[in-house]
């Protein structure tokens, strides 16, 4: 499985160094969920999802970075409140 970070909008994944590929071969794996969550915060002019990717069966399931990483959560709670 990888851990990607996908914009909703273009449908592009994250490669790394800023820049935005339409493969998913291409994209940066992060491992983990948490080091994807930080990158998707690193992100905010991009909407996007933190993807988990299985190659056997080949599917993405697509997460909202604000509800599976915690202190996103946390972070987007306080933001609402203002």
Avoid: S
Wanted: aromatic share 10%.
């Amino acid at each position: 499985m990888k851990v990607l970070l996908k914009d909703e909008e273009t449908r592009l994944y994250y490669g790394g160094q800023d820049r935005w590929v339409p493969k998913a071969d291409d994209a940066l794996n992060f491992g983990v969920i948490a080091k994807a969550g930080e990158k998707a915060k690193e992100c905010q002019a991009h909407p996007t999802n933190v993807v988990l990717r299985y190659e056997n069966p080949e599917c993405e399931l697509a997460l909202n970075p604000v509800f599976c990483v915690p202190w996103i959560k946390e972070n987007y709670a306080r933001q609402k409140a203002r």
